[in-house]
């Protein structure tokens, strides 16, 4: 028998990269409605429910929600169910802890490495927000302008430290954006504001300043939690 006759088992390549091509379509959209909060927290995620909604097999909807219980987006209980995250005081002291530990260092590299065109695509990230009057797209544009900081500082680990942590960063900025709206009517002013200062540090390149003032924005955010206790 030749070689090319043989039955290997294996799925048909085309049809794997299909099956990955619609579970992240699945899960982008997952992660999209979680976040923009469609589905509430501690809502249940069924499998059936989903998949009669998006129009696909079970197969892609729990290769999503495994993605997304591996970014502590979603949880599984005892009996298999799937849920929202339900995020915690504690879990939030816990990101800005790890933020406060990184983030500094990152942005002090991000100034020393920068080019041009980091500036511009920074520069743009601030028009985009002001042209704005979504709050989803300005949480969207918040946690993708600290992205590109951290990307830009060129030091791999301390990168992949702050890629773990961005799930539960956005899925709390978007929660404490819609809620901070509501009390103030200016998470747009206060993000800009915020993100132009930085700009204006950086350029500076003035290492202490930059770490202070990436540490106020940190604790900045940090105030606005008895804000969460106060709206749930």
């Known amino acids: 028998m030749k070689i090319n006759d043989l039955s290997t088992g294996r799925v048909p390549l085309d049809n794997k990269l299909k099956r990955q091509t619609l579970a992240q379509a699945v899960e982008a959209r ?122 830009a500082s060129q030091r791999p680990r301390l990168i992949a430290a702050w890629r773990s942590l961005r799930p539960s960063l956005e899925l709390w900025l978007a929660a404490l954006h819609r809620k901070h709206e509501q009390l103030t009517g200016r998470v747009r002013e206060i993000t800009i504001e915020s993100h132009l200062e930085l700009i204006e540090t950086l350029r500076s390149g003035k290492s202490e300043a930059i770490r202070k003032l990436i540490q106020d924005h940190i604790e900045g955010w940090y105030k606005w939690l008895p804000e969460m206790d106060e709206l749930t």
Do not use: K
């Open 30 to 151: 997952l992660r999209t409605e979680i976040v923009q909060g469609f589905h509430e927290p501690g809502a249940m995620l069924t499998e059936p429910v989903l998949s009669t909604e998006m129009g696909v097999s079970r197969s892609p909807i729990r290769e999503a929600l495994l993605n997304l219980q591996r970014d502590g987006i979603v949880e599984f209980d005892d009996r298999g169910r799937t849920r929202v995250v339900s995020m915690t005081t504690a879990d939030f002291e816990d990101l800005y802890f790890l933020r406060l530990a990184v983030e500094p260092m990152l942005a002090v590299h991000a100034a020393a490495c920068a080019t041009d065109s980091d500036y511009a695509a920074w520069e743009a990230n601030v028009a985009a927000m002001e042209s704005t009057g979504s709050v989803a797209e300005i949480s969207q544009l918040d946690i993708e302008f600290h992205s590109m900081i951290v990307e």
